[in-house]
């Protein structure tokens, strides 16, 4: 058996999105709050509500699917192209968002891809045919991968180190919200309303956004005189877009498996193709020579085993509460709600916690902790009582955000002012490359465990298997979390 978008084993499905990072910063200019030693939470939340717009279209589009392909008269596993198109816009246009946050300013550049996201958004609801929605969900993967590593890039630049915790709280909460409410209010939705309005929707919040961010979002860039690497441009772009769009399609039978592969060695042959681009170009689109500072590699290719867990365990839970145990799209959605809740108590735990013991032990302890209740998940059964159910979930949301969280603001505590919004695209890269990964494992898994039971349908007992060993695999962050010296990033979390 395989798993197809909008087939019955992924209508619910999710595209996860993880939380948004905060660190080293520069005060241009220092705001009242900044100067008196306290970041105001205005900047990261202005910023964090641009990012769950984005989230929460991201995962609601999931359950929207079947009654979209109705609505157009088109075949689920078609419409499958609406999803993917998103995802490959957003990959291949991602390495530049430096570059032209550098070139126009960063406050420009957010507040155009706000506008951009929203009127895209209105063109994906007003669409009547597959090519119409095709398009402007590409449009939206553009505005998307500018919004995200801008909106970042604004805050590094904001905010005072001794604050950065802080406002990763504020930045995250918000943005975790998106992957978490989207399947309840899309399910609403879709039973109670149209289908268009999961788009339409953004229109009014685009606008706030837009007035929020003219108010109070600072002026931040960097002076651009070289001009863009169009070579390294191409390469990234073709490496990322192979690479997430195979990874997207591991498992299913929406293409031939040889295409996927294709997919895959092309995008790793161009990724292999950039190293070299990159190290003779003084000013290559994405600056490799960051992962030689401990603190961001460790944040960036060590956190992609961690953030493996944000990618698959939304999808893994969709599947097992609807399809396993055969509750609606709302039900299930109310469940995984319990997510959201973890995610708001870590924000007035994560700065205590990571004051009191430093990023490396944080890091350490809290990964097993990640590993431990997302592995529980597998222990999941129908007759398990749905308060056994919503505590499980509000402690595995609990130390996700926390470990995000920590994740986030240690990986920029190093990294030159200059060089923030080249760390900014290589770190969205990581987690973009993470998040597709931990879909296309999960489903990779769970097309064996079906292949291996002999089943024709999708059981809870496919499914459960697949949450331990995403489980395991993350716990090779270690690797990375353990060389960490016992002061990294002290200056960032105040432990001396």
């Keep these: 058996m395989s798993l197809e978008h909008g087939s019955p084993a ?4 999710m595209e996860p999105v993880s939380g948004e990072a905060v660190a080293e910063a520069v005060l241009a200019p220092p705001t009242v709050a900044a100067a008196e030693g306290r970041s105001s939470p205005v900047l990261p939340m202005i910023i964090g509500a641009a990012l769950f717009m984005q989230t929460l279209d991201s995962t609601v589009i999931s359950n929207a699917l079947p009654t979209m392909a109705r609505s157009l008269g088109e075949d689920a596993v078609t419409l499958n192209l609406a999803i993917t198109a998103y995802l490959l816009a957003a990959a291949v246009f991602l390495p530049i968002s430096a570059w032209v946050a550098d070139r126009f300013g960063a406050k420009t550049v957010f507040r155009v891809s706000i506008v951009a996201f929203a009127l895209s958004s209105l063109l994906c609801g007003l669409s009547q045919s ?3 929605l095709v398009a402007a969900r590409m449009l939206q993967g553009i505005a998307g991968a500018m919004m995200l590593p801008v909106g970042r890039l604004v805050l590094l630049r904001s905010v005072p180190k001794s604050e950065l915790v802080r406002a990763m709280s504020y930045l995250t909460m918000p943005a975790l919200l998106g992957p978490i409410l989207g399947p309840p209010i899309g399910g609403f939705i879709v039973t109670y309303w149209s289908w268009r309005w999961i788009f339409f929707i953004n229109v009014p919040m685009g606008i706030i956004g837009v007035v929020l961010a003219t108010l109070f979002i600072p002026d931040v860039r960097e002076e651009v005189k070289e001009k863009l690497d169009v070579r390294g441009f191409i390469l990234t772009g073709c490496g990322l877009a192979g690479l997430v769009y195979g990874f997207d399609n591991l498992g299913r039978s929406a293409l031939p ?22 190290r003779r170009t003084p000013h290559a689109i994405l600056d490799l020579s960051l992962l030689r500072l401990r603190s961001f590699r460790a944040s960036t290719v060590g956190g992609m085993f961690s953030r493996l867990v944000i990618g698959a ?3 893994l839970l969709a599947l097992l509460l609807q399809l396993g145990f055969g509750l609606s799209a709302f039900q299930a959605g109310m469940l995984t709600f319990a997510g959201a809740v973890g995610a708001l108590l870590m ?3 994560a700065l205590p916690i990571i004051r009191r013991f430093g990023f490396r032990s944080v890091l350490i302890v809290n990964a097993l902790a990640v590993a431990m209740t997302s592995g529980c998940y597998a222990l999941f059964r129908v007759s398990t009582p749905h308060w056994l159910l919503l505590v499980t979930l509000l402690i595995g949301g609990f130390f996700r955000s926390l470990q995000f969280t920590a994740l986030n603001a240690l990986g920029y505590a190093d990294v030159p002012a200059e060089s923030m919004s080249r760390a900014s695209s290589l770190s969205s890269m990581f987690q973009q490359l993470a998040q597709s990964f931990g879909v296309g494992l999960a489903a990779v898994l769970i097309h064996y465990t079906v292949a291996w039971h002999g089943s024709h349908t999708l059981r809870a007992a496919d499914i459960a298997p697949a949450f331990a060993i995403v489980a395991l695999v993350s716990l090779f962050s270690l690797f990375f979390f353990v060389p960490l010296p016992r002061d990294a990033g002290a200056e960032v979390s105040g432990k001396r």
């Design 130 to 132: 597959l090519a119409a």
């Design 10 to 13: 992924t209508d619910a499905m």
């Design 313 to 315: 365990s939304p999808f």
């Design 257 to 278: 498996a040889a295409a996927i592969v294709g997919m895959l060695l092309g995008g790793l042959i161009c990724a292999w193709l950039y190293v070299p681009h990159a």
């Design 347 to 349: 924000k007035t735990t």
